[in-house]
């Protein structure tokens, strides 16, 4: 009977709850000559197959009312289902689905979304793999002896003399598969094709046959072919006993196909796709291992958790095909540095197992198992600071990034996984308030300092109905006529107990935790309405400036937000300016042209903050409704002695120029500095050499002074 009439006899049980994938199986089955049987759930499959015993069945783990899995080992629990394929389909690619489908009872799996070419492939190949098991299991004796049925076996079949293993009779199969012609083959022994087993070894397996112990040997071993090459294969080894004519009758199945389905599956459980690391389950896993090793010896464990500092930032600035690509350079510069580096390489001993995992986004982990002195961590951790902040050169963008590095040690922090990695975790974070571009190591002090923020986090949820937020102002010197022009406006958190706290302490938190949506909100209509107030007594300001978060301009609703608050407080567009990161502007252009075109149409005016510290162009400024950049103040602090930042001013004053924008030079202390950017033409400077940030009351104080400076 050939391959074709078998398939059309065959019967298919199709599972599955989505009628579409059910639909397009039936197509693919049926074109392959397979008659479909179909159920929408686990319940129906089985009142299907005590009606009408199919040839195979493909059951979806994930359905209502009793899912693959269940269903799966009720089948294997009827006694008609032992024998009948189950090919499960999933959804899911982790190795746990994976595993418990075969506790299941499940024959083989495939994922979703399937490739149906192939699949109706697969069937058919499984279907006459069940079947030959079948027909082996029914009739041993007569299929071994029937020439007929052993040549056209879709298995491989190696019949050979019981005490001499030399082969007396192969199939088609085996021959197409080793490469041997038949008179060729018949000369070698079994053992000699298979690599794996000796000669001794087999001759074991036939005496326990002969023994009584069980009737069969199965083996998952290799097969050698005549070039040379091997493949992997499942082996049935079987004694066929006729009065003195005893033979050992071998069935392959060549399984290289499972097996590369296999290890494609544990590739996309346990690594990376982007990076090609191994992922935090994997990592993990090793991690854990590496621990039950420490507790034996005296050696150390370190776990260094690390961070890309302002990784966000260049994402939203230059896309995330950029930033993927730097992800994928950052994976690379780490694998070379743990493979046999020689400056890495003097401070560990050969014993010391490296090993590196991209964790999630744009964390990374290393750990170093079997070190003796927990230095050695912080010695590593310098180098990877050096190596990964060399300049990189992506899609035509040469960037340079820092990392914040966290380390634990085991046992000393901790003996188990999860605890290390959270203190590691712990420790990166703070190497990241200490001004990034370092590591830190883990102490218990820095457990107390979270919970310290936890609170920090309740008491800020309350201070906006609390009433304990307050805007201050901060100058903007006009320099050509020493008088003030305008203000940016700042908001301060006046704690019952700590007074003001820092805004590097709680505006990143708000930012976080979501708050910085409402909290902008309301410092927009606070600086509104206090324009608006001083106004009214006579006192003038060009603007007001008040910064956009990128929360807020993510905000479908900014600007009719910003509308009804100008509304309410009846003041006029023109005198509000909106400042905006590099960063929030260059994410989605498209998109922010719109929200940019919306406001400028309202009359509100635009500023671009802290500029030079992102990753924009002119040819991309030029596509934005703006009025104005503001000079970052880590270009002014050192101005007058640093001739690189010196530079970089002339060169945004330029820019500025170019596209017809206002410039607002930030950070202003010194004379020096001021003299500087009067020298380069800025109209406007900010900075503590006028005002700090005061509050309301005492900003109206200096509105109310005819000059600021003497020109």
């Given at each position: 009977?050939?391959?074709?009439?078998?398939?059309?006899?065959?019967?298919?049980?199709i599972?599955?709850?989505?009628?579409?994938?059910?639909?397009?199986m039936?197509?693919?089955l049926?074109?392959h000559?397979?008659?479909?049987?179909?159920?929408?759930?686990?319940?129906?499959?089985?009142?299907?197959?005590?009606e009408?015993?199919?040839?195979?069945?493909?059951?979806?783990?994930?359905?209502?009312?009793?899912?693959?899995?269940?269903?799966?080992?009720?089948?294997?629990?009827?006694?008609?289902?032992?024998?009948v394929?189950?090919?499960?389909s999933?959804?899911?690619?982790?190795?746990?689905?994976?595993?418990h489908?075969?506790?299941?009872?499940?024959?083989d799996?495939?994922?979703?979304?399937?490739?149906?070419?192939?699949?109706?492939?697969?069937?058919?190949?499984?279907?006459?793999?069940?079947?030959?098991?079948r027909?082996?299991?029914?009739?041993?004796q007569?299929a071994?002896?029937?020439?007929?049925?052993?040549?056209?076996?879709?298995?491989?079949?190696?019949?050979?003399?019981?005490?001499?293993?030399?082969?007396?009779?192969?199939n088609?199969?085996?021959?197409?598969?080793?490469?041997?012609?038949e008179?060729?083959?018949?000369?070698?022994?079994?053992?000699?094709l298979?690599?794996?087993?000796?000669?001794?070894?087999?001759?074991?397996i036939?005496?326990d046959?002969?023994?009584?112990?069980?009737?069969?040997?199965?083996?998952?071993?290799?097969?050698?072919?005549?070039?040379?090459?091997?493949?992997?294969?499942?082996?049935?080894?079987?004694?066929?006993?006729?009065?003195?004519?005893?033979?050992?009758?071998g069935?392959?199945?060549?399984?290289?196909?499972?097996?590369?389905?296999?290890?494609?599956?544990?590739?996309?459980?346990?690594?990376?796709?982007?990076t090609?690391?191994?992922?935090?389950?994997?990592?993990?896993?090793?991690?854990?291992?590496?621990?039950?090793k420490?507790?034996?010896?005296?050696?150390?464990?370190?776990?260094l958790?690390?961070?890309?500092?302002?990784?966000?930032?260049i994402?939203?600035?230059?896309?995330?095909?950029?930033?993927?690509?730097?992800?994928?350079?950052i994976?690379?510069?780490?694998?070379?540095?743990?493979?046999?580096?020689?400056?890495?390489?003097?401070?560990?001993?050969?014993?010391t197992?490296?090993?590196?995992?991209?964790?999630?986004?744009?964390?990374?982990?290393?750990?170093?198992?079997?070190?003796?002195?927990?230095?050695?961590?912080?010695?590593?951790?310098?180098?990877?600071?050096?190596?990964?902040?060399?300049?990189?050169?992506?899609?035509?963008?040469?960037?340079?990034?820092?990392?914040?590095?966290?380390?634990?040690?085991?046992p000393?922090?901790?003996?188990?996984?999860?605890?290390?990695?959270?203190?590691a975790?712990?420790?990166?974070?703070?190497?990241?308030?200490?001004?990034?571009n370092?590591?830190?190591?883990?102490?218990?002090?820095?457990?107390?300092?979270?919970?310290?923020?936890?609170q920090?986090?309740?008491?800020?949820?309350?201070?906006?109905?609390?009433?304990?937020?307050?805007?201050?102002?901060q100058p903007?010197?006009?320099?050509?006529?020493?008088?003030m022009?305008?203000a940016?406006?700042?908001?301060?958190?006046?704690?019952?107990?700590?007074?003001?706290v820092?805004?590097?302490?709680?505006?990143?938190?708000?930012?976080?935790?979501?708050?910085?949506?409402?909290?902008?909100?309301?410092?927009?209509?606070?600086?509104?309405?206090?324009?608006?107030?001083?106004?009214?007594?006579?006192?003038?300001?060009?603007?007001?400036?008040?910064?956009?978060?990128?929360?807020?301009?993510?905000?479908?609703?900014?600007?009719?937000?910003?509308?009804?608050?100008?509304?309410?407080?009846?003041?006029?567009?023109?005198?509000?300016?909106?400042?905006?990161t590099?960063?929030?502007?260059?994410?989605?252009?498209?998109?922010?042209?719109e929200?940019?075109?919306?406001?400028?149409?309202?009359?509100?005016?635009l500023?671009?903050?802290?500029?030079?510290?992102?990753?924009?162009?002119?040819?991309?400024?030029?596509?934005?409704?703006l009025?104005?950049?503001?000079?970052?103040?880590?270009?002014?602090?050192?101005?007058?002695?640093?001739?690189?930042?010196?530079?970089?001013?002339?060169?945004?004053?330029?820019m500025?120029?170019s596209?017809?924008?206002?410039?607002?030079?930030?950070?202003?202390?010194?004379e020096?500095?001021?003299?500087?950017?009067?020298?380069?033409?800025?109209?406007?400077?900010?900075?503590?050499?006028?005002?700090?940030?005061v509050?309301?009351?005492?900003?109206?104080?200096?509105?109310k002074?005819?000059?600021?400076?003497?020109?």
């Amino acid at each position: 009977m050939s391959n074709q009439s078998q398939s059309e006899t065959a019967l298919a049980l199709i599972v599955d709850d989505d009628t579409t994938v059910r639909i397009v199986m039936r197509s693919v089955l049926e074109s392959h000559g397979i008659r479909v049987n179909e159920a929408g759930n686990g319940i129906e499959a089985l009142q299907s197959f005590d009606e009408e015993t199919p040839d195979i069945v493909i059951l979806d783990i994930e359905m209502p009312k009793k899912n693959g899995l269940e269903a799966c080992a009720d089948i294997r629990h009827h006694p008609k289902g032992k024998l009948v394929p189950i090919m499960m389909s999933t959804g899911m690619d982790d190795t746990k689905s994976i595993n418990h489908a075969y506790e299941a009872g499940a024959t083989d799996f495939a994922v979703k979304p399937l490739n149906w070419p192939i699949f109706g492939h697969r069937i058919r190949y499984m279907l006459q793999a069940a079947r030959a098991i079948r027909e082996h299991h029914a009739a041993q004796q007569t299929a071994i002896r029937l020439g007929k049925v052993i040549e056209s076996s879709s298995n491989e079949i190696y019949i050979c003399d019981d005490h001499s293993l030399k082969l007396q009779q192969t199939n088609r199969r085996a021959r197409t598969n080793t490469g041997y012609a038949e008179t060729d083959i018949n000369k070698l022994t079994l053992s000699q094709l298979l690599p794996e087993l000796s000669e001794n070894q087999l001759k074991e397996i036939v005496s326990d046959l002969y023994s009584g112990e069980y009737n069969e040997q199965l083996l998952t071993t290799t097969i050698l072919r005549k070039n040379g090459t091997a493949y992997p294969a499942e082996l049935s080894l079987q004694l066929s006993r006729e009065d003195d004519n005893n033979l050992l009758v071998g069935i392959a199945q060549d399984i290289t196909e499972r097996q590369l389905a296999a290890n494609r599956m544990r590739q996309l459980a346990y690594y990376d796709t982007l990076t090609g690391l191994p992922n935090r389950q994997l990592f993990t896993e090793q991690l854990e291992k590496m621990l039950e090793k420490t507790n034996e010896s005296t050696n150390k464990i370190a776990v260094l958790y690390i961070d890309i500092d302002n990784f966000k930032r260049i994402n939203d600035s230059l896309g995330h095909r950029i930033g993927d690509k730097l992800l994928q350079e950052i994976a690379a510069r780490l694998n070379t540095c743990i493979s046999g580096n020689a400056s890495i390489a003097r401070h560990i001993t050969p014993e010391t197992e490296i090993a590196a995992s991209r964790l999630s986004g744009d964390e990374f982990a290393l750990v170093l198992d079997l070190i003796e002195d927990p230095a050695i961590a912080g010695t590593v951790a310098k180098h990877l600071l050096n190596v990964l902040s060399r300049p990189m050169k992506l899609h035509g963008h040469e960037l340079v990034v820092t990392l914040s590095i966290g380390i634990a040690v085991a046992p000393v922090d901790s003996d188990n996984e999860e605890s290390l990695l959270k203190h590691a975790d712990t420790a990166m974070h703070h190497a990241k308030k200490s001004g990034k571009n370092t590591f830190q190591y883990y102490s218990s002090t820095m457990n107390s300092m979270g919970r310290e923020r936890l609170q920090l986090e309740a008491e800020l949820r309350r201070a906006l109905e609390r009433q304990e937020l307050t805007v201050f102002y901060q100058p903007q010197v006009d320099i050509q006529t020493g008088k003030m022009a305008s203000a940016e406006a700042l908001v301060r958190w006046n704690h019952p107990q700590h007074g003001l706290v820092s805004p590097a302490q709680f505006i990143p938190l708000a930012e976080e935790m979501g708050l910085i949506i409402d909290i902008g909100a309301w410092v927009l209509n606070q600086a509104c309405s206090d324009l608006k107030t001083w106004q009214a007594k006579g006192l003038s300001l060009e603007k007001i400036s008040v910064n956009l978060s990128s929360l807020q301009f993510k905000q479908s609703d900014l600007v009719s937000q910003t509308r009804k608050i100008l509304r309410e407080t009846k003041l006029e567009a023109k005198y509000l300016e909106l400042e905006l990161t590099e960063s929030v502007i260059m994410n989605d252009a498209d998109t922010t042209i719109e929200i940019l075109q919306a406001l400028k149409e309202m009359g509100v005016r635009l500023s671009v903050d802290d500029f030079g510290t992102g990753y924009s162009s002119l040819n991309y400024l030029s596509k934005f409704p703006l009025d104005e950049l503001k000079i970052d103040r880590s270009f002014i602090v050192d101005v007058d002695s640093n001739s690189h930042n010196a530079s970089i001013v002339t060169a945004i004053v330029a820019m500025a120029n170019s596209l017809d924008l206002d410039l607002v030079a930030e950070g202003v202390e010194t004379e020096s500095q001021l003299a500087f950017v009067r020298e380069q033409g800025v109209r406007l400077v900010q900075g503590f050499y006028f005002s700090k940030p005061v509050a309301a009351e005492e900003f109206k104080t200096l509105l109310k002074k005819h000059q600021l400076i003497a020109i």
